[in-house]
Every structure is written in C-alpha cells, then in structure tokens.
C-alpha cells in the first residue's frame, strides 16, 4: 500500500511539473464577452535565459491594456501580437499580465505563445504536431 501510495504520489508530482513547463496563459476559462484580466506564464525551463516572449492574440479578442511594458503588432487597429523583453534566468519564471475583452460567442481562444532564449534558440508554444509544445487554451463559456 505504501509503494502504490508513493508510485501515486510521483506520477502526481510529474504530471503537475510537466503541467507547469509551458508558457500558459491563465484563467483557463472565462465568459464571452467578458472584460477579462489574462495572465501569460513563462518559466524558464533550460539553462538559458528567456529573452523575450511573444503572444499571438486570437481572433475577435480585443486588447485594452498591457501592464508590462511590451511591443504590439495591429493589424486594422486591432492588437494581433504583444512581444515582451525582458529577462527570465533559468528556473525562474514571470507573470505578465493584459486586460482585455473577450469575442462575444462561446469558443476556445488558443495562445499561441513563442518563447525566445539568449543564444538565439526560440520555442514555440502552438500545437505542432507529433511535438509536446501545446498552446495554451481558454474556454469562453456561457454555462455558470
């Protein structure tokens, strides 16, 4: 009973550690419409320095406000990328957050997220196949 209570334990424990590796941006879900505060977490999984980040905002998603400052790419007026530069060492991480207004009709919004590290190698974080790089996901749901 013991082992088995163990084995549990470090499956747990490693489930929870892989969980956490990708950038994420949080809460995981929120109501259409909503004006939302989004947090984006990046950790620092290797042994180099995170450079910068950069965020592609889903489709029908309006940006209000960056905390943090940031660069942004538009397109028609309409915030399509926030890149932020900063400096993560390795094994920490940093929040970053963003106000904005979600689309008004019950979807998933995928992040699509591309980590940039100090000697030039970059991550992508979009759902590649046969990769283990998800997006982050965010359930707009109107059920209570």
């Known amino acids: 009973m013991r082992s088995r209570t163990l084995i549990l334990a470090t499956a747990w424990l490693g489930m929870t550690v892989c969980a956490q ?43 209000v406000s960056i905390a943090d400052p940031a660069e942004t790419k538009k397109t028609g007026g309409r915030t399509t990328s926030i890149t932020w530069k ?8 940093k929040d970053l957050v963003f106000e904005a207004v979600n689309p008004a009709d019950s979807r998933d919004l995928s992040w699509k997220a591309h980590q940039h590290y100090a000697d030039g190698t970059s991550r992508d974080w979009v759902d590649l196949p046969k990769t283990k790089s998800p997006a982050s996901i965010t359930k707009l749901t109107s059920a209570p």
């Open 21 to 63: 590796a990708h950038v994420r941006v949080l809460p995981f879900e929120s109501k259409p419409g909503a004006h939302q505060t989004y947090t984006v977490k990046v950790p620092t999984e290797g042994q180099v320095t995170t450079t910068s980040v950069e965020l592609e905002v889903p489709d029908g998603l309006s940006v």
């Open 86 to 93: 900063l400096e993560i060492p390795p094994g920490q991480s």
